[in-house]
Structure formats: structure tokens, C-alpha cells
């Protein structure tokens, strides 16, 4: 069965300051894909970075890096240069071979201080 | 482009009555999933649609159904309401190109149907 495990229930971070938000895995699929999603208070799900199983190079995009290690089935985000419109909830997801079917972790709560 | 769009976004019901809940996706995107988002429960998926197909099911009641339109918009029915079904409706929608969202990373949600049963 697949799973998504993330630790960290909160976080705290100083603004400008770089944060790793942790995310391991579980899965048998051959290939599969990693997700990483920003929930604020308002609901909406904001994807922020994509990184695929085969894909050599960690993915990043702006602020935002996804530590990937094959071989211990992690996938952290790093968000760089923290803004105070970081604080949301955070989610890792995966989909596998299912295509359409992510399976999320429980979340991770980021608070930014000024 | 516009995205992936979600109807109403706030609802109110009463235990036993059904409700109706609508997703637009993006411009192009075949692919459409349900998830409920609940505090105790977390995020779970309910079902996925491809051209007019249910392809994945999650682990929920027959209570809950769904169907996707020729345009791809996608509606999903709770039928005798429970207490229990108060939660945040998500939708995504995805382009299918060769394994789809697997290979392209291209999986966008809506704003969610925030759901209450009273």
C-alpha cells in the first residue's frame, strides 16, 4: 500500500530564513510522482512542485526545492528567503501507477515570524 | 487560462437530504478527481473520471457518486446526508498526456466546496 508520512505537525520559521519541510514515502510502484501543496486558511490546494520518480535532477521552482532521495523515500521541500505569506498548511502527495489518485500526508502547519 | 472551478462554494444541508457539487476544470484537462478534507480524517480521494469513465474509486460509501460530462465538467452527489460528510470538497483536474499527471507534474485544484450538515 502506498503512504505518505509527514512528522512535523507545525513549524516555525524567521521571515528571510530557509525551512525543510519533511515528506518520506512509502510505495511498490515502479514510477510514481511526488506532489507538494500550499493550503491556506482559505482552502484552495496551490501546487508548488513536482518531482518524478525517473527524474534525475531535484525539481525546484523559485523559491522552492524538493530535496529528493530515491533510496531513503524522501521528498523534503525547502522554501528559501521564508515570507510571511508562507504561513498555510502544507502537504506531500504521491500518485503511482493509479493515475488521477494522489495519496496525501497528514500535513505539515507553517507559521512565519517577522 | 482559467482554472479549475468549483460550485458553490458554500453549502448548508440537513442530515438525510442530498447534495450536488459542480467542477469545472482547467481548458484541455480530461482527467477529473474528487477529494473530501475532513480534521480528523485528512485528505481522501473519492473517485477519478476520464473521458466520461470513473477509472479510480476511493474507500466511501455508494452514497457517494459522481460523473463527468462530455466537456469534462464533473459533478459528485451525496445522497442521505451525514453529520459526518461536514468537509472541504476538493477538485483537480489534469491533462493527459501519455501516463498523464504521473509524467507532467500538471495537477491543479479548485477552491474546494466547503460542505456543512446540520
Known amino acids: 500500500a502506498q503512504k505518505i508520512t509527514q512528522t512535523q505537525p507545525g513549524m516555525f520559521v524567521q521571515e528571510k530564513e530557509a525551512v525543510t519541510l519533511d515528506c518520506t514515502y512509502d510505495t511498490s510502484d515502479p514510477s510514481y510522482g511526488l506532489f507538494w501543496y500550499k493550503q491556506p486558511s482559505s482552502g484552495e490546494m496551490i501546487f508548488l512542485i513536482y518531482?518524478?520518480?525517473?527524474?534525475?535532477q531535484n525539481a525546484t521552482e523559485g523559491r522552492y526545492s524538493l530535496n529528493f532521495q530515491k533510496a531513503r523515500k524522501s521528498a523534503n521541500l525547502v522554501i528559501s528567503a521564508s515570507q510571511l505569506g508562507d504561513s498555510a498548511m502544507y502537504f506531500c502527495?504521491?500518485?503511482?501507477?493509479?493515475?488521477?489518485?494522489?495519496?496525501f500526508g497528514q500535513g505539515t502547519e507553517l507559521s512565519v515570524k517577522p | 487560462k482559467a482554472g479549475v472551478t468549483q460550485t458553490p462554494r458554500y453549502l448548508i444541508k440537513t442530515r438525510g437530504q442530498q447534495v450536488t457539487l459542480s467542477c469545472s476544470p482547467i481548458?484541455?484537462?480530461?482527467?477529473v478527481s474528487w477529494y473530501q478534507q475532513t480534521p480528523g480524517q485528512g485528505l481522501q480521494f473519492l473517485f477519478e473520471y476520464f473521458s466520461e469513465t470513473q477509472r479510480n474509486k476511493g474507500n466511501f460509501p455508494g452514497r457517494f457518486s459522481g460523473r463527468q460530462f462530455s466537456n469534462s465538467r464533473s459533478e459528485m452527489n451525496v445522497s442521505t446526508l451525514e453529520l459526518g460528510d461536514s468537509a472541504l470538497y476538493l477538485c483537480?483536474?489534469?491533462?493527459?498526456?501519455?501516463?498523464?499527471?504521473?509524467?507532467?507534474?500538471?495537477?491543479?485544484f479548485g477552491e474546494g466546496s466547503r460542505l456543512t450538515v446540520l
Open positions: 483537480a483536474s489534469s491533462l493527459e498526456v501519455g501516463g498523464g499527471a504521473l509524467n507532467t507534474g500538471e495537477l491543479f
Open positions: 481548458s484541455g484537462h480530461r482527467s
Open positions: 518531482q518524478g520518480s525517473y527524474d534525475q
Open positions: 502527495a504521491m500518485m503511482g501507477n493509479q493515475g488521477g489518485k494522489l495519496i
